[in-house]
C-alpha cells in the first residue's frame, strides 16, 4: 500500500506538468472508445441499482403494471412494512451484534497469532501456518456437517453466541495470513528497543506493534466485515431460529415467501434497506478501500 | 529446521538450554506465546480444522445424523455418488462454472482495468483516462453488495413480466420476450445466472488490475511504446504477462467461488433450476444433509467437492508454472 501511494505520488507530478501536451486524432479516438465502453459497463451496474431504488416505493399493484412507471406516490410505506411486519429491522439488529463482535474477537485473536508467527521463531511454526493457509482453500461446505454437530453438543446451536465463534474461526485464516505478511515488514529494531526500554511482550505488542500495524488492521477489517456481512451459508445451516436470524438468510426467508405473500413493494425495500448503509460506507471509505484491495492482493 | 536443538519450545520451560542463546523464559514471555497462540489456535483447531476431519470420516459411514448408529462402510458412499445421476449433473455444471466463470470475469475485468489505466494521451507521459475514477468506484460497487441481495435483486430484474430485462427489449420492439422466463427456461437460466455473478465481480477484478498495474514501472511501457508497440499489443505482451500473479490469484479465488456457488443458485433456482440446469454440488449437499439428514452421504458430497477445489487450485498454479511463471517460493 505504501508503494502504491508513493507510486501514484510520484505520477502525479508529471502528470499535472504535461496535461497540456497536444493529444493526436488517435488518442482523441482511443479516449472516446474508451469511455463509451467504461459508460456502457456503468450503466449495466448503475441501472438495475436505480431500478430496484424506484421500484421500492411502488406498491405492488404498480409493479405488476409496468417495469418503468414511476411511482404513484413518493412514501415510505414500503418501508415501514419491510422494517417492522417482514422483521427486517430485528435482523439488522441481529447482523450488527453478530458481525460486531466476530470482529473485534478476530481481529485480536488474528493479530496475535500472526504477531507471533511472523516475530517468533519456533519449531511448528511453519507447520502452523500451512495449517492456516489449508483452512483457507479448503470449502466451508466440507465443514458444515461436523460443525453442525460440535455446536449442538456444546449447546451453541441456534444461538447468537455459536455463530460469532463460528464466524470467528473461519475469518482467522485469512485475519492471519494477511497480518502475518504485514507483520513480517514491520522493523526488527523497534521490538528491540521496546525490551531495551523495559517493555514486556504484552507491553510491546500492545503499546508498540499494534498501533504500528493499524493500516493493515484496517484493511483487513474491512474485507472480514464485506465477508462476515455477506455470509450465508453458516447462519442459514447452523443459525435456524427464526428469532435469531441475520440479515442475508432473513432476507432470503422473505424472498421466497413473497413469491406467495406478494408483498413486492416490501421486497424491494428491504433490498434497499440491506444495500445502502454498506454503500454509503463505501462511497465515504472507497479510497482506503481501493487502498486495500491492491495491499490485500499484490502480495 | 538446522538449529532445531537449540531452539526450546516456548512453554516447555528449560532455560538453562537456551540462556545462552536468547533471553531466559520469564513469566511474561511464556504467558504471552501461551495466550498468544494458544488461544487462535484452539477456536481454528475447534471449528475449523475438526470439522474437516471429521467430515472425512463421516463420509466413510452411514450416519444419518441423529441416532447413535453408525456404520462404517468404506467407500460405498462414494460409489453411490458417482451413480447418482442428479449429483453427476451438478458436478457437470460446478465444472462449466468453473470453466467459464474465471475466464469471462477476468478477461473483461482486464479490459477495462486496460482501459482505464492507459486509454489516455499516446504522447509525453504514459497516463491513464481522465475521470477514471468514477467508473473505478461505481464497479466497485456490487462487490459492497451482499450476494444474496444481488440474487434477490436480479430474480426481479429477470422476471418474466414486471422485470428490467424484458421490459427493456418489450420496448425495443422485441416482442417475443414480452413474457420470456429468463430463469425459468433450461436454454437460458445457466447463462443468466453466470452474467449476474460475473456482474458481481468485474469491478473487484477490475479495481484490482488497476493496481497491478500501476505498479508496473511506467519505463516498461515507454520502452515498448519506443519500440513501437500499440495498445493492443502492449496490454497482451507487457501487461499481461507482468501481473500474471495477480491474476492467478484472481483465477484461483474466482474458481473456487465457481465451485460454491451456493448462495446465487439457491436465491435464483433454488429447486435447482429446470431440469436441474443451475443445480450445483453444494446445493445437493446442503439439502441431503439438512433435509434428507443423510449426513455420511452428504459428507462424501463435501469431500468430492473438496477435491475438486483443490484440484483446481493445483491445476492453475501448475499451468502458471508451466508456462513460464515465476514459480511461488512464498
Redesign the interface.
Known sequence: MMSLKQTSRRRAVPMELLGKSKETSGDKAVAAVSHTMLIIWSLIVILPLLWTLMTSFKTTREIFASPFSLPGQWNFDNYVSAWTTAGIGSYFVNTIIVVGFALIIVMVLGAMCAYVLARFKFPGSRAIYYLMLAGLTFPIFLAIVPLFFILKNIGLLNTLPGLIIVYVAFALPFTVFFLFSFFKTLPHEIGEAAAIDGAGEWRTFFQVMLPMAKPGLASVLIFNFLGLWNQFLIPVALNTNVGHYVLSQGMAAFASQAGYAVNFGALFAAVVITVVPVLVVYVIFQRQLQGSVSAGTNK | MID?SS?V??DSGKPAAIRSRRKKL?F??V???V???G???A??V???????V??AY?SMTDWS?FTANMNFIGLDNYVKLFHNATFMKALGNNIILVIVLPLVTIILSL??AT??TV???????I?G??N?S????????????????IG??????YDP????V??ILT?LGLDQFKSFPWLGDERTAMVATMFVIV?GF???YM??FV??I??IP?ELFEAARIDGAG?VRTMVSITVPLIRD?IQ??YVYMG?LA??A??YM??MN?GGGPNNSTLV??QQ??ST??TKNQ?GY??AM??V??AV??AF?GLVFLVNRLTGGKDDAR
Open positions: 532445531l531452539q519450545r516456548p520469564t511474561d514471555k504467558s504471552f506465546m495466550v498468544f497462540l488461544l487462535p489456535l477456536v481454528y475447534i471449528f475449523v480444522i475438526s470439522p474437516f471429521q467430515a463421516y445424523g479490459i477495462l482501459l482505464v486509454g489516455g494521451s499516446s504522447r509525453g507521459q497516463k483516462l481522465k477514471s468514477f467508473y473505478r468506484v461505481v464497479s466497485f460497487f456490487p462487490y459492497v453488495i451482499p450476494a444474496i441481495i434477490i435483486m436480479w430474480t426481479q430484474i413480466s414486471n422485470g428490467l424484458n421490459g420496448s456482474w468485474i469491478g473487484f479495481v484490482l493496481a497491478a500501476k505498479g511506467a495498445r495477480n490469484t484472481a473456487i465451485l460454491d451456493f448462495v439457491q436465491v433454488s454440488m453444494s449437499l446442503f444433509a439438512f449426513f452428504a459428507s463435501g469431500v467437492l473438496a477445489t483443490l487450485s
